[in-house]
């Protein structure tokens, strides 16, 4: 009989602070507020725009705000935040800023872990009812040298830190596409030696589903998924809850 308690955690968009690219793209100063204040009732009863109240249309460059939130999660009952990591190979992230300042100031004091938001980016993901379709930014791989060094420079820092989640001893690790599956398996086997030669126990990798069995993810190295919802079509702006099945 399992009698394991749930653990909930709250999945954390970075996307609500400006930065050189989302300028470039869509004008000067856009962040996330511009979609979720632009946002149209889909059917009968649904109730948009949803404007923000406690917390107002906050930046998270500011501190206090990162503070405030975690001590609403807190009270909330959860757990923790899974903060959405944007790095699409040879160096490159984006909207990383908030997260770079809870790893180096220690604040809030609050658990987080990591969920690797590795797809392309197009016109067509911040602006549904646009006719185009430009691709902005692509999620590339580009071989053990390049997992090597995100994994020591980005990841290895996180996975060390007092705050970050674990599961049975392990970091807490989601990869939200596995589309691309014989490179998502090379990582997961180069990051979880990496893991291993660094003093940690491993890496608890959790996948997206999207249609494939059980047995597909775990072959690909993964201990965990959960199945997506089609919120972007159905749930715009509107909470969500996945549930973790373990391996």
């Known amino acids: 009989m399992n009698n394991k308690k749930a653990r909930v955690i709250a999945f954390y968009l970075p996307q609500f602070h400006p930065v050189p690219e989302n300028n470039e793209w869509w004008g000067p100063g856009f962040t996330?507020?511009?979609?979720?204040?632009?946002?149209?009732?889909?059917?009968?009863?649904?109730?948009?725009?949803?404007?923000?109240?406690?917390?107002?249309?906050?930046?998270l460059r500011v501190a206090e705000t990162r503070k405030l939130q975690a001590e609403m999660a807190k009270e909330?009952?959860?757990?923790?935040?899974?903060?959405?990591?944007?790095?699409?190979?040879?160096?490159?992230?984006?909207?990383?800023?908030?997260i770079n300042e809870v790893l180096a100031s220690g604040e809030p004091d609050f658990p987080f872990c990591f969920g690797w938001a590795n797809h392309n980016w197009y016109q067509k993901l911040w602006d549904p009812s646009g006719s185009g379709d430009k691709l902005l930014i692509e999620q590339k791989y580009l071989g053990r040298e390049d997992y090597e060094?995100?994994?020591?420079?980005?990841?290895?820092?996180a996975f060390k830190d007092k705050r970050y989640i674990q599961v049975d001893g392990k970091p807490l690790f989601v990869i939200y596409s596995i589309d691309n599956k014989e490179k998502i398996k090379e990582i997961i086997?180069?990051?979880?030696?990496?893991?291993?030669?660094?003093?940690?126990?491993?890496?608890?990798?959790?996948?997206?589903?999207?249609?494939?069995?059980?047995?597909?993810?775990?072959?690909?190295?993964?201990?965990?998924?959960?199945?997506?919802?089609?919120?972007?079509?159905?749930?715009?702006?509107?909470?969500?809850?996945?549930?973790?099945?373990?391996?």
């Open 149 to 157: 060094e995100h994994f020591m420079t980005a990841l290895l820092p």
């Open 76 to 98: 909330a009952g959860v757990e923790g935040f899974c903060y959405w990591h944007y790095w699409f190979g040879d160096g490159k992230r984006l909207l990383e800023k908030p």
């Open 32 to 59: 996330e507020w511009h979609s979720v204040a632009n946002a149209k009732p889909l059917y009968k009863g649904h109730h948009q725009p949803n404007i923000p109240a406690d917390l107002g249309f906050y930046d």
């Open 189 to 247: 086997d180069v990051w979880r030696e990496l893991a291993l030669r660094n003093g940690l126990e491993g890496i608890y990798f959790v996948a997206v589903q999207r249609g494939e069995t059980k047995e597909e993810v775990k072959s690909l190295g993964f201990d965990a998924m959960y199945r997506l919802q089609d919120y972007l079509k159905t749930y715009v702006n509107q909470p969500y809850l996945c549930q973790v099945w373990q391996f």
